[in-house]
């Protein structure tokens, strides 16, 4: 049952360093996505892949990059970190577009900038 | 663009009370959904719901939608302190870019 798991749960970064947040599902949903979650902003979206092979921009798409590895794994990269990048990272996958799409998230990375 | 608004952002309110949240989106939408997060953790569905009028329910919380008004509403019937979360209303649309946007939440804190 573990659904979506996501690595690491906290990391703490100085500016200009990168890191990759990894997400995986094991539920064979098609589409997965990317948010992060500021206080009082509730979740921006930063990037999705529909289905395995394509990806597309959120609402807040700079400063990050995004690899749909295999339909399983979804990860966002950090080339070069901004104390504006501090956040709580969700993961989050569905079904797909075709059906209710309820999104099911993974347990947060809670990045620190510095 | 597609927008969502919750009211309120903050809700205090005493065991035994009513009360309703608003969930307001600004273009047309395909399904919209409520979700629950509590405190450092991560965020769970409650309903989602699909078409004009739906109405869904479970225990104290009862969710619609009127896709005319653009508006879902959360009711809250006769709150008990374990409802106290953060409450999220999120829609989704295949029109034109595909979107999916969340509200800002409402934190709901039931007093004993």
């Known amino acids: 049952n573990a659904g979506v798991t996501q690595t690491p749960k906290f990391q703490v970064l100085k500016t200009g360093q990168s890191m990759t947040l990894q997400c995986a599902q094991d539920m064979n949903h098609n589409s997965m996505y990317w948010y992060r979650q500021d206080p009082g902003m509730g979740l921006r979206l930063i990037y999705y892949s529909a289905s395995e092979g394509t990806t597309d921009k959120g609402e807040v798409p700079n400063g990050y990059n995004v690899s749909r590895l295999n339909k399983r794994e979804f990860s966002l990269r950090l080339e070069s970190a901004a104390p504006s990048q501090t956040s709580v990272y969700f993961c989050?996958?569905?079904?797909?577009?075709?059906?209710?799409?309820?999104?099911?998230f993974g347990a947060g990375t809670r990045l620190s900038v510095l | 663009e597609l927008k969502v608004e919750q009211n309120p952002l903050f809700l205090s309110m005493q065991e035994g009370k009513n009360y309703t949240i608003y969930c307001n989106y600004s273009?047309?939408?395909?399904?919209l959904y409520w979700y629950r997060q509590d405190p450092g953790k991560s965020l769970e569905s409650l309903f989602v719901?699909?078409?004009?009028?739906a109405v869904k329910q479970e225990g104290r919380l009862m969710a619609s939608l009127d896709t005319k008004a653009r508006l879902s509403t959360l009711h809250i019937t006769a709150a008990v302190h374990d409802l106290s979360a953060t409450y999220f209303c999120a829609v989704d649309s295949t029109s034109g870019t595909y979107k999916y946007i969340f509200g800002t939440g409402t934190r709901l804190k039931v007093l004993a």
């Open positions: 273009t047309t939408s395909d399904r």
């Open positions: 989050a996958s569905s079904r797909g577009l075709a059906d209710k799409n309820i999104q099911y």
């Open positions: 719901l699909l078409s004009n009028g």
